[in-house]
T-cell receptor, first 112, second 113 residues
């Protein structure tokens, strides 16, 4: 199993540009989540999904959209990037009823 | 978010010594805790977990202690090795819809050979 994969590894955007961060897992996990990690702060939940077709907001959802059309994929969309969205983004997945999450390697995003 | 914090931002230990990393949490209703290890440029990796009905749990070279009275969590690493150098942080599960976790800021552990 590849586990949780994320692409791209690194991205530079200009303010106002849009992009999609990709996340995929091959473990057939129901739960998937997106977090951002900023210096001096713990991981913060952006959006999560408890299954295909179901998404919900986390702690810091503003500026981000998600969709879950399949169990495997959970893309994160930035519609109009802002410098405040410069961060490292992690996708995670876990099986329903099990709290242990598996994290992807992260995407480093720089918004100029 | 919840106040899940660590007492020390950095910790240096000699190879072979034991390491202790601490974490404080503020929500007495939290019932599940996880310690993660994060190496530079990588995603967090699960180390060990503990439920609130336990005081202690041991894994391979790691032990987690939970003191619910003072809302304190610690991670003990025995015979610390250079490969243990990383950032360690705790996560607190509040429960509810989606079982959201709240994460501490992390302690950077450096093992001196």
């Amino acid at each position: 199993n590849a586990g949780v994969t994320q692409t791209p590894k690194f991205q530079v955007l200009k303010t106002g540009q849009s992009m999609t961060l990709q996340c995929a897992q091959d473990m057939n996990h129901e739960y998937m989540s997106w977090y951002r990690q900023d210096p001096g702060m713990g991981l913060r939940l952006i959006h999560y999904s408890v299954g295909a077709g179901i998404t919900d907001q986390g702690e810091v959802p503003n500026g981000y959209n998600v969709s879950r059309s399949t169990t495997e994929d959970f893309p994160l969309r930035l519609l109009s990037a802002a410098p405040s969205q410069t961060s490292v983004y992690f996708c995670a997945s876990r099986r329903q009823g099990v709290e242990t999450q598996y994290f992807g390697p992260g995407t480093r995003l720089l918004v100029l | 978010g919840e106040n899940v914090g660590l007492h020390l931002p950095t910790l240096s230990v000699q190879e072979g010594d034991n390491s202790i990393i601490n974490c404080a949490y503020s929500n007495s209703a939290s019932d599940y805790f996880i310690w993660y290890k994060q190496e530079s440029g990588k995603g967090p990796q699960f180390i060990i977990d503990i439920r609130s009905n336990m005081d202690k749990r041991q894994g391979q070279r790691v032990t987690v202690l939970l003191n619910k009275t003072v809302k304190h969590l610690s991670l003990q690493i025995a015979a610390t090795q250079p490969g243990d150098s990383a950032v360690y942080f705790c996560a607190e599960n509040i429960g509810g819809a989606g079982n959201q976790f709240y994460f501490g800021t992390g302690t950077s552990l450096t093992v001196i050979p």
